[in-house]
Each structure stands twice: as structure tokens, then as C-alpha cells.
């Protein structure tokens, strides 16, 4: 199966690619500068908060950029195939890159948000799917729900998930969801490496089992549950606050606890479960 990636030049994108192509043909990388079309609202609150980034909420900045410098030593590049360069996933490169290419499956990660062009032009393939960093429904958006499930104290939520994709935030049909292994010992750092590495093999393996038609599943978020959608702007100081007050005094004690009786994960066939 013919794939093409749409993503992002940071280290951990590159790794994702990587990865993937040890299982599957390529058919081309679109990279997104991710710039915004519109002017972001609540513009104040976003410069306060990257201020707040800088001071208490120092830790997570640290934690993420320390985890790409280990993907960047670990991996020296993409795979060497076509590569398109464009400022927004939904600029019209983007569809032109599709027609050219024609790919069995479009794969995203990473992007600013992808728009019904985009979805369109997939639908003459196999579809669009996405990597989330966290578990759908249940706690989805951004900026990264491994920091909002420290701030809520939803441990048992820290995870990811690989979906269809469609014009919702983190909405679309799933795929499958599953729970990071943690001990509870990690530091922040180290916590970000793991749910990472997850992510990448669930992504990984949610991709074969569809390049298989191995039985894989299609199941409506709706039916599961329902959680909230974190935003960007919400990432406040406060929010900094109660996630490093929860990871220093509860995650360690907390992070093994059964999974709550009303969340439901999707499994993967098990011929693609972890370890095959």
C-alpha cells in the first residue's frame, strides 16, 4: 500500500516517517510549515501563555524539546522520497501532490487542521487517517493532551489514538485507542519519550492492519463516550500549575490505576496488537 504522509520537519515526524516506511511503500512526505490562515483568536491569552511556558510552565517546554532531541540524534532524516513543501496542509500544492501521487492511503500527523479539500481529494483512495496523542473521546486537542491528562489528574487517560479523520478536532471514527505503559517513575521527559514511542507504533501497526483488510475497526467516538476539547488558549499558567502539582505528588502513585468502568478503548485486530 502506497502511503503519503502529511506532516511537520520535527524530529519525532521524522521518526514517525521512519517508521512507517519499514512497513510500507511511501508514495511522498507533503511538509506543512503550519501556518495559521487566519489570525488565531484570543491572541493576548496565546502570548500569555507562551510567557507562562517560559517561567512555570518551564518543565513541559523542557520535557517536549528534550524528547525531539533525542529523536534528532536517533534518526538523520527522511527517507529519501518525493517531498512537497507548503506553508498550510490545505494549501492547493497539498491537493495537486495528491492527484500527481495518487497514494492507496493519506496518513497525518502533526498538521494545523485539515480542511474538506484535503478530505475530498482523499476519498479517491482508501481515506485520510490521524494520529492523536491521547485517548478519543475522552481528552482531545491541544496542545498536548499528555499534559492535560497530568492536569485534570486523568491518568488512566494518558494514551493515544489512531482515527479516520474528518473536519472535527480529534473526532473523527476510530481506529483503535489504546493506554500508555507507564510505572509511575518517569520524569516528565521521559513520560513525553514514552507516550511518544507508543504513538508511533500504534500508528504504525493501525496502518498495516488497514493495508492488511485485516478486519479493522470503524467506530463512531459518539458511541463510546464523550470528553472535552482542549484548546491552545487554555494552556494557561493555572493549568501549568495543577499539572506539575499532580505529576509531582499524585501521578506516581496514581498513574497504574484501572481504567475508570466508563472508558472504552478500541483494539486493533490481534494479529496487530502489541508484540505481533
Known amino acids: 500500500m502506497r502511503i503519503l504522509v502529511l506532516t511537520t520537519d520535527q524530529p519525532n515526524q ?23 490562515r487566519r489570525r488565531p483568536r484570543r491572541q493576548r491569552r496565546i502570548w500569555a501563555n507562551r510567557l507562562a511556558g517560559r517561567t ?20 538523520d532524516g527522511f527517507p529519501d522520497v518525493r517531498q512537497v513543501e507548503v506553508g498550510n496542509v490545505n494549501d492547493p500544492a497539498v491537493l495537486e501532490a495528491i492527484a500527481a501521487l495518487a497514494p492507496d492511503l493519506l496518513a ?18 482508501r481515506g485520510i487517517v490521524n494520529l492523536h496523542t491521547g485517548i ?3 481528552v482531545k486537542g491541544g496542545p498536548n493532551c499528555t499534559n492535560w491528562c497530568l492536569a485534570q489528574g486523568w491518568f488512566h487517560l494518558i494514551g493515544n ?12 471514527n476510530l481506529i483503535t485507542t ?14 513525553h519519550w514514552k507516550v511518544m514511542e507508543h504513538a508511533h507504533d500504534l500508528y504504525v501497526r493501525a496502518i498495516s492492519a488497514i493495508a492488511a483488510d485485516d478486519g479493522v475497526p470503524d467506530v463512531r467516538q459518539q458511541d ?15 493549568a501549568m500549575i495543577r499539572a506539575r502539582w499532580n505529576f509531582a505528588r499524585r501521578y506516581p502513585r496514581e498513574v497504574g490505576a484501572a481504567m475508570a468502568p466508563e472508558v472504552r478503548l478500541v483494539a486493533l485486530p490481534s494479529a496487530v496488537r502489541r508484540g505481533s
Open 14 to 36: 521524522v521518526a514517525l516517517v521512519r517508521r512507517l516506511a519499514e512497513r510500507c511503500e511511501l508514495a511522498g512526505i507533503v511538509l506543512s510549515a503550519n501556518r495559521p
Open 56 to 75: 512555570v510552565g518551564r518543565p513541559f517546554t523542557a520535557a517536549w524539546f528534550g524528547m525531539l532531541a533525542r529523536y534528532e540524534r536517533t534518526y
Open 108 to 125: 497525518v500527523s502533526g498538521t494545523n487542521l485539515v480542511g474538506a479539500d484535503v478530505i475530498e481529494a482523499s476519498r479517491k483512495s
Open 136 to 138: 478519543s473521546p475522552y
Open 161 to 172: 489514538s489512531a482515527m479516520w479523520l474528518d473536519r472535527g478536532i480529534d473526532s473523527g
Open 178 to 191: 489504546e493506554r500508555t505503559s507507564l510505572t509511575g517513575d518517569e520524569d516528565l521527559e521521559e513520560l
Open 224 to 238: 463510546l463516550g464523550t470528553g472535552p476539547t482542549f484548546h491552545n488558549a487554555d494552556w494557561t499558567a493555572r
